[in-house]
C-alpha cells in the first residue's frame, strides 16, 4: 500500500515536497515513480528512481525543477518540487512497479498511492 501526502497551494516560484509512504511489505526492489493529472487532462509520467537509487528520469517538463529521491529504511519515496509553475497543478500520484526494467508507462506499474493535489497559483 501507498500513501501519497504533501500536497497543497503554493505560489508560482515556490517548493513543496511530496512523500509517499510504503506499508505492507518492503519496496527496496521495486521501481518507484511520480505521476500526475492535471484536470481534463490524461495522467502524465513525472518521475522515477531504480530500486539502487542509482538512476532516476524525469519528464522534460519538470527536468531540472524536480527531484526524486528514496529512504529504504522508511519505505518512502520523495518528490522535490522546486520552481513551481501554475501548469504544474495537478493530482500527483506515487507508484511501484516491480520488474527489473525501467518504465515510464503508467500501466506498467503494480502499486498506486491515493493521490494528492498539488495547486500552483499564478
Known amino acids: 500500500q501507498l500513501q501519497a501526502s504533501g500536497g497543497g497551494l503554493v505560489q508560482a516560484g515556490g517548493s513543496l515536497r511530496l512523500s509517499c509512504a510504503a506499508s505492507g511489505h518492503s519496496f527496496s526492489r521495486y521501481y518507484l515513480g511520480w505521476f500526475r493529472q492535471a484536470p481534463g487532462k490524461e495522467q502524465e509520467f513525472v518521475s522515477f528512481?531504480?530500486?539502487?537509487?542509482?538512476?532516476?528520469s524525469y519528464a522534460d517538463s519538470v527536468k531540472g525543477r524536480f527531484t526524486i529521491s528514496r529512504d529504504d529504511a522508511k519505505n518512502t519515496v520523495y518528490l522535490q518540487m522546486n520552481s513551481l509553475k501554475p501548469e504544474d497543478t495537478a493530482v500527483y500520484y506515487c507508484?511501484?512497479?516491480?520488474?527489473?526494467?525501467?518504465?515510464?508507462?503508467?500501466?506498467?506499474?503494480?502499486?498506486w498511492g491515493q493521490g494528492t493535489l498539488v495547486t500552483v497559483s499564478s
Open positions: 528512481i531504480s530500486w539502487s537509487g542509482a538512476t532516476t
Open positions: 507508484a511501484a512497479r516491480r520488474s527489473v526494467y525501467f518504465s515510464t508507462d503508467q500501466r506498467d506499474y503494480d502499486y
